[in-house]
């Protein structure tokens, strides 16, 4: 991976974590039990139970990624070979790489 890949991903990655880090705490604070006496109907009551299964996936979704991105930023500084692939060595594209910053493979070799 060239210098202006690397500077490329850094800057993505950054950018991704610094808006994951700002997510995470507003589906935390989604997630806290709504006490029972509060007057809320009935229908809403369950309109919450439905939102914070969306939050909790979305929750563990986004800390898996910012994991993943966190990860992906130390390899690029400290493995000579980020960006390529394990198995065959070619270039995995940007495109998979910003998506899937965990992937060791390119395409092709991940099939
Ligand atoms: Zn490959």
């Known amino acids: 991976m060239n210098d202006s890949q690397k500077q490329d991903f850094r800057g993505y990655a950054n950018r991704e974590i610094e808006s994951l880090k700002a997510e995470i705490p507003r589906l935390q604070a989604l997630l806290k039990p709504v006490s029972p006496d509060n007057a809320i109907g009935r229908l809403s009551r369950m309109d919450n139970i439905v939102n914070q299964s ?58």
Request: glycine share 4%; hydrophobic share 40%; with cysteine.
């Open 54 to 111: 969306v939050a909790e996936a979305q929750l563990s979704k986004s800390r898996i990624r910012l994991i993943r991105l966190e990860k992906a930023l130390k390899r690029l500084e400290s493995d000579e070979d980020f960006g390529l692939c394990v198995d065959c060595g070619d270039p995995i594209p940007m495109a998979r790489l910003k998506a899937m910053p965990e992937t060791l493979f390119c395409v092709d070799c991940a099939e």
